[in-house]
T-cell receptor, first 115, second 114 residues
Framework: NAGVTQTPKFQVLKTGQSMTLQCAQD?????MYWYRQDPGMGLRLIYY???????DKGEVPNGYNVSRLNKREFSLRLESAAPSQTSVYFC??????????????FGDGTRLSIL | EDQVTQSPEALRLQEGESSSLNCSYT??????LFWYRQDPGKGPEFLFT???AGEEKEKERLKATLTKKESFLHITAPKPEDSATYLC???????????????FGAGTRLAVHP
């Protein structure tokens, strides 16, 4: 009964380092999403994948890349981390193909600090 | 510009003291409004979906309502375990085509004290 699993839970990076955040869902959902959550702001969409094999930019895609490895897994990569990317990152999934009035199911987040 | 605003930012209640949280929105073509609960260190947990003005949904001490411009989350006789951040999200039409988009409010932090 795992739902959406994110790894790692915490990470500290130095400016310029790269890393990949992993996300996997076991609900056979079609759509997957990456958000960032910053204090005082709503969740903001970085990238999404409406179905296996497709990815699209969201509201704040600069500095990030994604890969929809298969139906279960959707990874987020920071190629050259910057302090402005310090945030909590959430992965989510939904049954629908793209946004379509279906609720999203979230993982518990990755807390990323960039020094 | 599409916008979702939640108020208040923070709310402190005594156990048993009923209140309401507000989510107001200005969007193009509402497709649905979602309420989520978020506990510290956790991801948002889905509570309700509302699709049209006049609709209401209930779950235990929570009741969500929707009008053409806002939604309310009413909390009746809250308990300390209701303490959390409550997020509102609005799904609306994407003017540039393609899939709909989802806009989150910043949330209301609710603290219920015994």
């Amino acid at each position: 009964n795992a739902g959406v699993t994110q790894t790692p839970k915490f990470q500290v990076l130095k400016t310029g380092q790269s890393m990949t955040l992993q996300c996997a869902q076991d609900m056979n959902h079609n759509s997957m999403y990456w958000y960032r959550q910053d204090p005082g702001m709503g969740l903001r969409l970085i990238y999404y994948s409406a179905s296996e094999g497709t990815t699209d930019k969201g509201e704040v895609p600069n500095g990030y890349n994604v890969s929809r490895l298969n139906k279960r897994e959707f990874s987020l990569r920071l190629e050259s981390a910057a302090p402005s990317q310090t945030s909590v990152y959430f992965c989510a999934s939904s049954e629908a193909v793209g946004y379509s009035n279906q609720p999203q199911h979230f993982g518990d987040g990755t807390r990323l600090s960039i020094l | 510009e599409d916008q979702v605003t939640q108020s208040p930012e923070a709310l402190r209640l005594q156990e048993g003291e009923s209140s309401s949280l507000n989510c107001s929105y200005t969007v193009s073509g509402l497709r649905g409004l979602f309420w989520y609960r978020q506990d510290p260190g956790k991801g948002p947990e889905f509570l309700f979906t509302l699709y049209s003005a006049g609709e209401e949904k209930e779950k235990e001490r929570l009741k969500a309502t929707l009008t053409k411009k806002e939604s309310f989350l009413h909390i009746t006789a809250p308990k300390p375990e209701d303490s959390a951040t409550y997020l509102c999200a609005v799904e609306c039409r994407h003017l540039s085509g393609g899939y709909n988009k989802l806009i989150f409010g910043a949330g209301t932090r609710l603290a219920v004290h015994p």
